[in-house]
């Protein structure tokens, strides 16, 4: 078992940064891929980034990239993501999962372990 708890959510102005971490626990974790979905009512939960175990490949959605930073510290089995130039529609709440492989990254139902969830609001 592989334990994930994400940190960092709240409330920011557009145009403004947050940054997420993701602890993880449990099973050797370092070896995981991990990765951030996110996800507003009555939508599908959607992968905003990811990252290999050791950090040498990532993926972002494109209504992210170059505004979203993905990375991981193996050290400290914590995964970040940092936030900037935010948008409204960035507003979600954001979940951390874990993996044991890179393959089939990109899907949700791919995903083992999940935390909690927290909620990142942009005002307008």
């Known amino acids: 078992q592989v334990q994930v708890v994400e940190s960092g959510g709240g409330l920011v102005q557009a145009g403004g940064s947050l940054k997420l971490s993701c602890a993880a626990s449990g099973r050797p974790s370092d070896r995981y891929t991990m990765a951030w979905f996110r996800q507003v009512p009555g939508k599908e939960r959607e992968l905003v980034a990811a990252?290999?175990?050791?950090?040498?490949?990532?993926d972002y959605t494109d209504s992210v990239k170059g505004r979203f930073t993905i990375s991981r510290d193996n050290a400290k089995n914590t995964m970040y993501l940092q936030m900037n130039s935010l948008k409204p529609e960035d507003t979600a709440v954001y979940y951390c999962?874990?993996?044991?492989?890179?393959?089939?990254?990109?899907?949700?139902?791919?995903?083992?372990?999940w935390g909690q969830g927290t909620q990142v609001t942009v005002s307008s």
């Open positions: 999962a874990a993996k044991p492989a890179w393959k089939g990254y990109s899907g949700s139902k791919q995903y083992d372990y």
């Open positions: 990252i290999n175990w050791s950090g040498g490949s990532t």
